[in-house]
């Protein structure tokens, strides 16, 4: 029997989800067609919901974007259960005003030269979808689906179980 999916159109189910969630894996398509990942620090999401990266005009990944705006962002709080994907189109942005209103003194150790560091780009990520698994965390829940599972042979669906797809368009 097929999985059922839920839909929805609102973002703030995946900015909800990931808001506490600082580092996410980047994926681009880099010169020869190949995925490339790497991991990215997630600034304080737009309340539309864009995402924010600060990066090196000279980086591999500015060149990638510029080639391919589609992305992918991965996101992920094991303890918890919650897997985020979400796709997107990147933009490459040196305006320095929005360097200022992102700018926290932890970038210097990537910066040194601070918010005026010729070499700061930043990757802005419009949401394309997004698709979240928010699961029960509990041991003694999952311990319960595998006792239940292995005794019936049906999979075993906790309450609180979700897993969305978003598209907000």
Do not use: C
């Amino acid at each position: 029997m097929a999985e059922q999916v839920a839909e929805s159109h609102d973002v703030t189910k995946l900015i909800d989800r990931i808001k506490d969630i600082k580092i996410a894996m980047l994926t681009s398509a880099d010169a020869e067609g190949g995925l490339h990942s790497r991991p990215m620090y997630t600034q304080k999401p737009d309340e539309d919901g864009t995402l924010w990266f600060f990066t090196e005009k000279d980086s591999a990944k500015i060149y990638e974007v510029r080639k391919d705006q589609h992305v992918n962002l991965g996101y992920s709080k094991p303890d918890d259960n919650l897997y985020v994907s979400i796709s997107g189109t990147a933009t490459v942005l040196t305006d320095q005003q929005k360097v200022k209103e992102l700018w926290t003194e932890g970038l210097r150790a990537w910066f040194p030269k601070g918010p005026e560091d010729p070499n700061i780009a930043l990757l802005k990520i419009s949401i394309d979808r997004g698709e979240y698994w928010d699961q029960p965390s509990n041991v003694l829940v999952r311990a319960f689906g595998y006792v239940k599972a292995v005794a019936t042979g049906e999979r075993y669906q906790p309450t609180g179980d979700e897993h969305t797809k978003v598209n907000p368009l």
